[in-house]
């Protein structure tokens, strides 16, 4: 082995000491901005849409986390035309807060990164769009056809108005839409073929209050008013895909429209107007679901006229009841197919300041040998509120 003097070991010695920094020199620098990210990819913009077209909706809260140039794809007009083309058509549920006696505040319901899924907030744009300033029992009602959220009845402060909004749930962007023909108030609204159909009252004569109904065609944007009223105001919902309204006495009336007139079914026991009074229902394939004032969830059977509770549901917590706060602590809404969502909130504290979880279910529903049962794909908490926060609204709309 040929022996080294001392010069030789030093001169070595740098020699690795100067190859090693050299090596960290050449070590590449990490990327700071994801914007160079995605530019030093080169793709071009119309593939970057057909990838992303392809991704599911509930990810694209996270897309948009990624860059401004994600920020902008996901609410462009090109990335829904080519999901349009290419027949990607997905639910998407919007949910409306509302903070004490503050402004109303929409919410998507996202993928978290970590897995599960949060309520997420989306900024509105801050110009002369209209909004639900006055979204509230007496004055509004919002409804939601295809991508649009409609607020019939847009309240200015405590005053009813005859306006109607409509929120693009691609842009997040708020337009105008024509004017409802009469103003009402107790508005109650709900979606039959692409057209809304609008219940409310409306002083009559001599003290009393008459139910007017009119219809929205989606298709054409016009309104049209049937010639029938109702004597007292009514609360909309479906029942077999027909128009159905009840009163505070639990009196149910079927709109005739081939006759333009309403009529009363005395056979049909709605439990003396419990869904009046509350908001916790929805319907479902022309099936109406409910929560009972016990907190159950259940479905209306047309064959035995009469509410049965929904099978199932192994591993759902108790619900709140419907009556509680008049149905703001549950909401129930259809998400796509043959599926429904479920929102209530719960009270808790922490460091002496008063919370709230809102809860979200996902319910798989089936009908069985003459029953609907309904499976539960998972249950979590998506958001945490102060306490008073009103669950005013939820929809699902299809992206």
Request: charged share 20%.
């Amino acid at each position: 082995m040929e022996r080294l003097n001392k010069g030789d070991f030093v001169l070595k010695r740098k020699t690795t000491t100067t190859s090693t920094r050299a090596k960290k020199k050449k070590k590449p620098t990490p990327y700071t901005s994801d914007d160079v990210i995605l530019s030093s990819l080169s793709l071009p913009d119309d593939l970057l849409v057909m990838i992303v077209a392809r991704v599911p909706i509930l990810y694209y809260r996270t897309l948009s986390l990624v860059s401004k140039s994600f920020r902008s794809m996901v609410v462009s007009p090109e990335l829904y035309k080519v999901r349009s083309v290419l027949g990607l058509k997905e639910s998407c549920v919007y949910v409306c807060l509302r903070f004490g006696l503050g402004s109303y505040n929409w919410y998507t319901l996202s993928s978290k990164r970590s897995g599960g899924y949060v309520l997420a907030s989306f900024p509105m744009p801050d110009d002369d769009s209209p909004r639900v300033v006055g979204l509230g029992f007496s004055y509004s009602d919002l409804v939601a056809v295809g991508s649009d959220i409609y607020n019939i009845g847009e309240a200015d402060k405590t005053t009813p108005t005859s306006s109607v909004s409509i929120l693009d749930c691609k842009s997040h962007m708020w337009r105008k839409a024509p004017s409802m023909p009469m103003l009402l108030e107790s508005l109650s609204a709900i979606v039959l073929d692409q057209n809304i159909f609008v219940l409310g009252r409306r002083y009559h004569q001599y003290g009393s209050w008459k139910s007017w109904l009119q219809v929205f065609n989606t298709n054409t944007q016009t309104w049209d008013i049937p010639c029938c009223v109702l004597d007292l105001a009514s609360r909309t919902f479906n029942i077999d895909g027909n128009l159905h309204a009840v009163n505070i006495f639990g009196w149910v009336f079927a709109f005739n429209s081939k006759q333009g007139k309403w009529d009363q079914l005395v056979e049909i026991d709605l439990s003396v107007g419990e869904i009046m009074l509350t908001e916790s229902y929805c319907d479902i394939d022309n099936v109406l679901y409910s929560v009972s004032k016990d907190g159950a969830l259940r479905w209306y059977d047309t064959d035995k006229t009469r509410w049965r509770e929904l099978k199932g549901l192994v591993g759902l917590p108790k619900l709140p009841s419907s009556l509680a706060g008049f149905g703001s602590y549950v909401k129930l809404t259809g998400y796509g197919g043959g599926k429904m969502m479920v929102f209530w909130s719960r009270k808790f504290s922490i460091h002496l300041s008063h919370m709230e979880t809102i809860y979200c279910a996902e319910i798989a529903l089936e009908r069985r040998e003459g029953d609907c049962w309904g499976k539960l794909e998972w249950y979590d908490g998506v958001l945490s509120v102060l306490a008073g926060t009103e669950l005013v609204k939820v929809l699902s709309v299809k992206l």
